[in-house]
Structure formats: structure tokens, C-alpha cells
DNA sequence: AATGAATGAGATTTCATTCAT
DNA sequence: GATGAATGAAATCTCATTCAT
């Protein structure tokens, strides 16, 4: 379910299915966009999977735009928030941290709904050039600072072999990418399905290795 | 351009303007499905990137859906039997192909203006999963398999750790696919432009010391 | 008005509207195919003719063509069930069954709404050879059938001469037949407006009159 | 081939073809117009059935509109006046006159290629109504006349009862237009083919019978 | 608050017509 | 004279949006 609608207070009766309702929407709608992109989306589409008729929808958004808007404004702020605090608070080692972060972002990847975003928000990038821009700056800045912070730590600490720290840091996002990636869009096509926990622990050795400074015993 | 559409023959006057404009056409929506995705691209926007009107578009193709398509099935086909020869064919060692591979897939990833098709791909596997399917099977199975079998073949000479080679092929993969993500989706957000040489440069130094085998002296 | 699309229960406000609209859309395309043919009717002016937009026939028919099907094959049924009926259960002579014949069939051709429909069937069998086919089962077969029938007993019981009962079962027809095409065809261009009653008064004459047995006294 | 385009001198080589063109272009327009209707005719399907381009319609032609009105208008010409011609200057009995008009009009409503005509200008009246008006004008009071003619005469001499001879007239030609509508529209569909000459022999008989003055021994 | 019938702007597609060759 | 590639007006059809119930 999408964060930012969540009742503060879990109301009773109709009253609680009122508030819950453009949450419900957004939910619907991320999995709509997520499968036929904004234009091919229809609101019969979003309407019907959230247990709706379309007049409904206009009761809450006004436009299908903004529909996709909120979606692609509000629903990860919770969870970029949270990893973003964790990391930030994280006083281990860097390997320690990239060991943790594997854990936690694999899941989310794996299973987390949210994680059809990335997808909605690269094929809709032509058409929606604010929410780029938004999604640039509220997200992938945030997270990009975060790691990279810590991979200047690690290289200050000696931890971590001399490399740019804003390129390693996309260095371990990629297969994370390419995973949400391989989910939405070639899973169903699987014979034998993609072992996405063996993927990440190969992606875990191999980069703790390839990070371990120069000369290093091992 | 589009490989399919080389003429044979030379021909003059409007006769050679008739075997260029499948291409010229084809040429033209890559640009525009990359931009927009499918459902947004206008015929008229296709059309006047490839300087003719609607109506002539239909002379060459029977739908919108059909040049889509076509596009997807017929555009990637040279480089990829290119690249994929010269791979097998290759007897050097592991760190000397992934050297090469980085530099020319880099520059197919930088400057190919048909990197915008794995975009395509994803942003509408979900309204043509036959392309889905397709791309699957012709692109990704071969390119994978082919890696993979030089990967296995490093490890069997001693060249790379023990490590499931499908999923190191994957990792050597994954910085390019966020690299055509980066160019067509946040590139024009950029203040300072992003660095794909010195990204891919990194990307090799990490695989290169992370796959040494476990024990070898540095 | 159609037949098929009487409504079982009354119901109220726009719930009468939404079970009427069906039968209110096909009697306005009926007017339209009549006069311009399938391909020249315009979906705006079978809208306009029944008081709704565009968009309101689509509610209902998934397209022209089926707007077409629907009015070819179901807008005649009640009225031929009914006159072969009728036809089938008459005990009387075939003088007196000619005779009412005429005037029932006369009405229909005279005023009926539905006698534009053969004119339609003709004009478009060559692009509905299916509808051709569905005519000329349903419509065609059954009403020469009745016909037949009821000539072959008149040859029987020595009321009628002996001639080939299915063509004088056309050659019943055929003033009808001649009679609508005049009507949807040419009667616009009378000066003196033509007298179907006289007509039909002149084909039962002559066709009693022809019909009775050789060497029959007058 | 269309009476009005017979070169009036069998010029020969090119020449010949140039001057037969429009002839063949008509003669290709008569049967797909028959076929499909004036709208749904494609100028392709008209210039292919002639063995030319599209673009050669146009040298010939100023519209489609105008290949069909020269059509409508041209090509009944000669057949009606020599039709008219010989009845008018027809001396014998009404029943001889009938007996020879059956066979010489079932001839061409059987075999000539002009008997599809009727079947185009009924289905486009509605959207030329001006070829209508000419037809009605031209065509069919033109034959009503010469026929309701001879009918009078012929109750004029005591071979035809008392009747209104601009009925009978009709009665007369219906069978005519039933067989020419059969033909044009349901004749592909016939299990057992119909059977035109049987069929205007009943007519025959039953319009001698039918017509003898009463009272006037068998 | 919710519905769903109705609307109409906007897209794809067709095809008569033009015109350079 | 003939061609056929190109055009663009006009039609069908879709679907976001409105609004009476």
C-alpha cells in the first residue's frame, strides 16, 4: 500500500474505507502503469483493479496525470527515507555495510511492489520531464549522496581500494537495476527462474573484492 | 540506419528515395518510440522526423503497431552478430577481452543510437509481450551465453574465481544497461555531464580484482 | 422500431434511456443505410438521426460494421414469424389467401419502416456476402417456402393452373419487390404520386385471372 | 464493352488502345461499382480490373464521381433506344409483342453485362439523387411509355381487358427486376440454379392468361 | 460518496487525387 | 501517355472527463 495515504488513525466503518480509497487507487494505478505504461493505461483500466467505477477516481484525483504524479511522487519516500537514515547512521565497516545493503535492497527488489517504479518512471521520462527531474534530485541524488559518502569513508578509512567514489557507488546500484529490470520485464519468460539471492551474493563477492585496496593481503 | 534496408542496387530519382524510406521511416520512430513510448508517439511525429506525411508511412508498413515491430525485430541484429562473432572468436585472455569489451560496447552505449532500444524494449514489454519473448530469446539468451561461456572458459584456465558464471555475466552487463538508462532517461538532467568512460573504467578495475581467483598474489 | 429491443420491465430515468438506446440507434441506421448505403453512412449521422453522439453508438456496438449485421438480421424477424404464421395456418381459398396477401404485404411496403430493409441487403450483398447468405436463408427461403406451399395445394385442390409453384411464388413477390424500389428509389421524383393500391388492385387481377385453371369457367 | 467509346474508326496499333481506354476503364468500373457500391469501390480495384494504374484513371476521368455518372448515364444508351425502337414500329398481336419482348429482355437480363445497372443506380439513388432523376427520366419512362403504349393499343383492340396500361406496364417489367436483383445479389448462393428462362415462360403464361379480356372463350 | 451514461477531442487508418519522373 | 510515390482530408474508433442520478 502506498505510505503516504495511510490513515493516522485507523478510522472504523465506511469511514476508514473512505480515507483508505486513494490509496487503494495508487495501488491499482502503480500496477497498471507498471504493466502498460501512462498512455496505454486506461482509467477503466486502474478503476476496475482498485474495485471502483472511473467517476470514483475523479473524486480524488483530478486527472489521470495527476493520478500518475502522486504515484510517482509519494510512494518512496518511506522507504528511501528509512534505508537512506540507516545508512547514514551506520558506523561499521563498509563491507559490514555493503553485506547489510545487499540483504535490504534484494529484498525490496525482489519483493517489494514498489519496486515497478523505477520501471514507470524510465519509459514515461520523455513524457513527463518534471518527474525525471523530481525523481533525479528526491531520489536518486539522495541515494547516490548516501553511498557515496560512505564509499569516501571507506576509501579514507583504507578500507576501500582508491577508486571515485560516485562511480563505485553507481558500480553497486547497477545489478540492482538490472534486476528490477529483469522482474518487470522478462521474469514470465523464465524457464528456470532467476535465483535473484544468488545473483546478489556474486555481486557481493565479487565487489568486495574488487574493492579491497591494492596489495591487501588476503 | 537500418541495416535491413541497405538496397542492393543503386538506382535513381525516386526509385532510390523508395528504398530508403522503410528506413528513413524506421530511422525516424526509433526516435520517437524512444522518446514517447509506444502509445504516445504520434504517426504524425514519425512522420515529420522522416520528412514525409502520415499517408506514407502506410505505404510501407501496414500499421503503427507493425513499424514497431518491425523496428524492434529487424534494428539490433547486425551489431549483435557482430559483436557476438568476434567474441567467440576470441583467444586472449579473460582481462584482455573484458578490456576490449568495456571500449567497444562503450562506445555502442555512448554514442549507438541504438542503444535507446533496450529502453523500447522494457517500457513496453508489457503491451507486446511476443517482443518481450523475442528480445529474450534473439538478444539476451545469445549475448548472455556467449559471455558466459567466455566467463567458464576463464575459470576452467584459472583466469577467474569460482564464481556461477551466468551470474558474473550479468554483473559485467549491468553497468551498461544503467549506462543507456542514465543517457536516455536522466542525461539532460545532468549539471555535470556523466562520465561514462571513467564509469566503465572503474567498473573494469573492480571486475578485474574482484574476479582474480581467491589467493593469487597481486 | 426495432422489435428485439422492447424493454421486459419498465424501469426509470436513465435506466429506460439505457434499454431503449440500442432499438433508438438501429431505427436512425436504418434511415441512414437506406439512403447513403453502408459505406457513405457516417457514424455522425446515425448519432445526430437518433439524438446522441459518436461516442454513445459505441457504448452499444463494438462498430459500424456490427451496427450493419445487427439491423440486417434482426430487424425483420417479428414481422415475417408473424406473416408466414398467419400464411401457414389459412384454410380459406388461395383466391381469398391472394387476396389478403396483397393488402397485409401492401401495408408493410407502403408504410412499413422496415421495407428499406431488401433495398440495404441488395445494395450491400457484394460487401456482406454473409448477410446475402443470412437473407436468403432466413428471409428469402422461408417466405418462398410459405408461398410454395400454399400454391402447390391451390394446384392440388384444382383452384390454381398447373404451373411451377416457386416461380409463381416469385412472381407473387415480384410487385413488392418493384413496389419498395420505387418507393425507396424513385418516388421522390414523382409527379403524380404512384398508387400502390391501384397496383396491387391490378396484380391481383391479373394474377387471378391468370392463375385459374385452363378451360375453368368465368 | 460501353456503347458510347466504340471508336467510330477502327483506328489500330496504340492508337486504337489509347482510343478504347475509357471504354475499358468503364467496362472495369461497371463491375466493381456493382460489387461493392460507389463508395466502398477503390479507384485501385477499378484500375487494376481495367489493367491500368490508378493515375491513368485520371487522364481520362476528371473524378471518380465522374467515371460513375458517365457510367449511369452512357452505357444503357443503345441497348434501350434499339429496344424501343423495335417495339414502337411492332405491328402484331400483344401476345406476339409479349412473347418476343420475354425473350429478347430475359436474353440480356440473363447474360448482358449492363443487366447490373439497376442493382447501382437503386443503391445509389440516395447519394445521386440527380442520377436517379436522369434514370427515371431517361430509362424507365422512356420504356414505360413505349409499353404502356403498346397495352393500350392492345385493349384499344380487344386483346387485353379492361385495366390501367401504365400498371399492367409494370406488372409486366417487375419479373424483370426480380430476376435482374437475384442475379446481382443471391444467385451465388443457389443450391439449384435458377432457373430465368422457366421462370419468364410462367410469367409469360400467366400474363396472356391473365390479360384476356373477360368474357373472351379459352 | 458513488455510479455509469454520455460526450467530444484526438488518434489511427484509408484512399481519392496530384504530380514528378 | 503512363506510372506510382506522396499527400492530406475525412472517416472510424478510443477513452479521459463530465455530470445527472
New interface residues.
Given amino acids: 500500500m502506498i505510505d503516504a495515504q495511510m490513515p493516522s488513525k485507523p478510522a472504523k466503518g465506511w469511514t476508514r474505507r473512505k480515507q483508505a480509497r486513494p490509496g487503494e487507487i495508487l495501488d491499482a494505478a502503480l500496477k497498471v502503469f507498471?504493466?502498460?505504461?501512462?498512455?496505454?493505461a486506461r482509467m477503466d483500466d486502474i478503476a476496475a483493479r482498485a474495485g471502483v467505477t472511473k467517476g470514483t477516481i475523479y473524486l480524488y484525483f483530478p486527472s489521470k496525470e495527476e493520478v500518475f504524479k502522486t504515484l510517482a511522487r509519494e510512494s518512496i519516500g518511506a522507504t528511501l527515507t528509512e534505508v537512506t537514515q540507516r545508512a547514514n547512521s551506520f558506523e561499521g565497516s563498509t563491507r559490514e555495510f555493503l553485506t547489510m545493503f545487499m540483504v535490504i535492497v534484494g529484498n525490496l527488489v525482489q519483493y517489494g511492489d514498489r519496486a515497478v517504479l523505477p520501471?514507470i518512471?524510465?519509459?514515461?521520462?520523455?513524457?513527463f520531464?518534471e518527474l525525471?527531474?523530481f525523481w533525479?534530485k528526491e531520489v536518486?541524488d539522495k541515494g547516490m549522496a548516501m553511498m557515496t559518502r560512505l564509499i569516501a569513508r571507506g576509501v579514507a578509512r583504507g578500507e576501500v581500494?582508491e577508486?571515485?567514489p560516485a562511480?563505485?557507488a553507481?558500480?553497486i546500484?547497477?545489478?540492482f537495476?538490472?534486476s528490477i529490470?529483469w522482474r518487470?520485464?522478462?521474469a514470465?519468460?523464465d524457464d528456470v527462474p532467476f535465483?535473484y539471492q544468488?545473483?546478489l551474493a556474486?555481486?557481493l563477492?565479487?565487489?568486495?573484492?574488487?574493492?579491497?585496496p591494492?596489495?591487501s593481503a588476503?
Fill in positions: 507498471a504493466e502498460k505504461g501512462f498512455a496505454a520501471k518512471i524510465i519509459a514515461e521520462s520523455g513524457n520531464p525525471a527531474r533525479r536518486i581500494r577508486l571515485p562511480y563505485v553507481r558500480l546500484i547497477a545489478p537495476i538490472l529490470i518487470t520485464t522478462f514470465q519468460t535465483d544468488k545473483f556474486t555481486h563477492e565479487v565487489l568486495l573484492n574488487g574493492l579491497e591494492q596489495g588476503k
